[in-house]
């Protein structure tokens, strides 16, 4: 092992910051440690919000990442409910809300993104609501009963994940996307069209190509306009219009700073004490031969056993294909891979079974699949997503054929 540092404090105590102080612990780390989360609650899972939590299936204590005395027996400092201000990169110091200064040898910034805000007037109004945090989604259950009239703002996962958890509540749910499909910025148009049909059949009014004009009411929220006047009258809103990466301290202190913090392939950013991870930083894609910025569960996981592994000087980890998933109604949809700049897309399986796959292929080399309730496709195909193989579309499209004849005769 390379030489230790004597102090790492992680700033954001998320799924890539907890990441990050487990792995410098697992990889035998015993100097101090400090992980500051500005949330009051243990570091949590995410996915569960807009999913079995929000559905009321699962309680608060089924989220967190880790047992609470998890933090106490590996001797992480875990401070909670308080945020850190600014980084003071001569003096390796971090200063917290508090006006405490915390010294570092290494800096980690795991400090995530927060959700867009809609920039429209009546978008203040009580009832117009986003979901990233516990805190939230807490609010937003409270709302989501039977018959509340619910306006969903976008099609993206939270979106979508969310009308399918309200419908099934029994809300009235209307999801008005600006863009002419869902889904649009994650996968292709085979898996937006069979989504809508799937949402539009489970109840949902779902509307795409949409402009939101604004918000109407006085205490509350008790519309939506639209481009042409027309109002859509809701009891709440729900806006899941992406997000921004929380980069501000990091390009404060003077880091290279885009859309998110410029990371090598160690984690680290321009100074070499500081590493940024999860959904606050670019890293290189190395499957995809370019930089770009992640925003899920695997990438938090694997930038925390990265920046731990460089901040010890050990080996690095070997480095999956990015993959996410999704919950709504009874579809679980995988992804393995990143279908960006394909040229052909092929379906394996017939939509209307509810169980089919779709291949995104560029010069005939897999890029990415997306399965739905097709678990050998998302687990073949993400192997022949990582090594960019080359497989027939004929070949692929063929059910006859199975995905572990595929993947064992595949060339790479
Ligand atoms: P976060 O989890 O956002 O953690 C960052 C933490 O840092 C936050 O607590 C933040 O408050 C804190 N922080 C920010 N600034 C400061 C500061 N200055 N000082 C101290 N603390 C600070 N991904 C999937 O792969 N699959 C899914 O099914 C899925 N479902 C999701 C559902 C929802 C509702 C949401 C919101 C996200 C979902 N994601 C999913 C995405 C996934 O949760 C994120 O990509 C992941 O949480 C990113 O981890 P992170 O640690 O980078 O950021
Ligand atoms: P997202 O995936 O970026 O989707 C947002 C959608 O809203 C896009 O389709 C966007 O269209 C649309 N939109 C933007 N402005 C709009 C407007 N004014 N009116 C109507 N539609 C508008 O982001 P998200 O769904 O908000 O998710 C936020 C974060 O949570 C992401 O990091 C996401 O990965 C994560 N998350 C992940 C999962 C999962 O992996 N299963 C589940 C939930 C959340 P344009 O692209 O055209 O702007």
Same mark, same amino acid.
């Given at each position: 092992m390379g030489v230790q540092p004597r102090s790492v404090v992680i700033v954001g105590a998320g799924q890539a910051g907890c990441q990050a102080a487990a792995s410098l612990r697992q990889l035998g780390y015993e100097g101090a440690l400090t992980l500051v989360g500005d949330e009051p609650a243990p570091p949590y899972q995410r996915p569960p919000l807009s999913k079995a939590y929000l559905k009321g299936e699962l309680e608060a204590d089924r989220l967190w990442l880790r047992p609470i005395e998890f933090y106490a027996e590996q001797n992480i400092e875990l401070l909670t409910g308080v945020g850190a201000k600014s980084i003071d990169l001569a003096a390796m110091k971090v200063e917290l809300g508090s006006g405490a200064r915390l010294p570092f040898d290494a800096l980690v910034i795991a400090t995530g993104a927060r959700p867009r805000k809609l920039q429209l007037p009546g978008a203040q109004l009580d009832g117009v609501m986003d979901l990233r945090t516990l805190a939230d989604v807490d609010k937003l259950k409270s709302r989501v009963v039977p018959g509340a009239r619910m306006v969903v703002v976008g099609a993206g996962y939270i979106g979508l994940e969310a009308a399918a958890v309200a419908v099934k509540?029994?809300?009235? /749910? +209307? %999801? &008005?996307?600006?863009?002419? #499909?869902? &889904? @649009?910025?994650?996968?292709?148009? !085979?898996?937006?069209?069979?989504? !809508?049909?799937?949402?539009?059949?489970? @109840?949902?009014? &779902? #509307? +795409?190509? %949409?402009?939101?004009?604004?918000?109407?009411? +006085?205490?509350?929220?008790?519309?939506? #306009? &639209?481009? @042409? @006047? /027309? %109002? %859509?009258?809701?009891d709440l809103v729900l806006a899941g219009i992406g997000v921004h990466p929380n980069v501000e301290i990091a390009h404060a202190a003077g880091l290279l700073v885009g859309d998110g913090i410029h990371t090598d392939g160690q984690a680290r950013t321009a100074h070499p004490d500081v590493y940024a991870i999860g959904d606050v930083a670019r890293r290189p894609l190395v499957h995809y031969h370019r930089d770009g910025r992640l925003e899920s569960v695997h990438n938090a996981i694997e930038g925390g056993k990265i920046a731990a592994a460089a901040i010890l000087g050990q080996p690095a980890p070997v480095l999956e294909t990015p993959w996410f998933w999704s919950d709504q109604y009874e579809l679980k949809l995988q992804t393995a891979g990143l279908w960006t700049g394909a040229d052909e897309m092929v379906v394996r399986g017939d939509p209307a079974t509810r169980a089919f796959a779709v291949f995104y292929l560029k010069e005939g080399r897999i890029l990415a699949v997306d399965a739905v309730n097709s678990g050998p496709e998302f687990i073949v195909g993400k192997k022949l997503a990582a090594s960019a193989s080359r497989v027939a579309p004929a070949v692929l499209a063929d059910k006859s054929i199975s995905m572990k004849d595929i993947g064992a005769k595949a060339v790479s």
């Open positions: 509540l029994g809300a009235q /749910v +209307t %999801v &008005l996307e600006a863009a002419p #499909r869902v &889904l @649009g910025r994650v996968a292709g148009p !085979e898996i937006s069209r069979f989504y !809508e049909q799937a949402h539009r059949e489970a @109840g949902v009014d &779902l #509307r +795409t190509g %949409v402009s939101i004009q604004g918000f109407e009411g +006085t205490d509350r929220v008790r519309g939506v #306009r &639209l481009a @042409g @006047g /027309v %109002v %859509v009258p809701c």
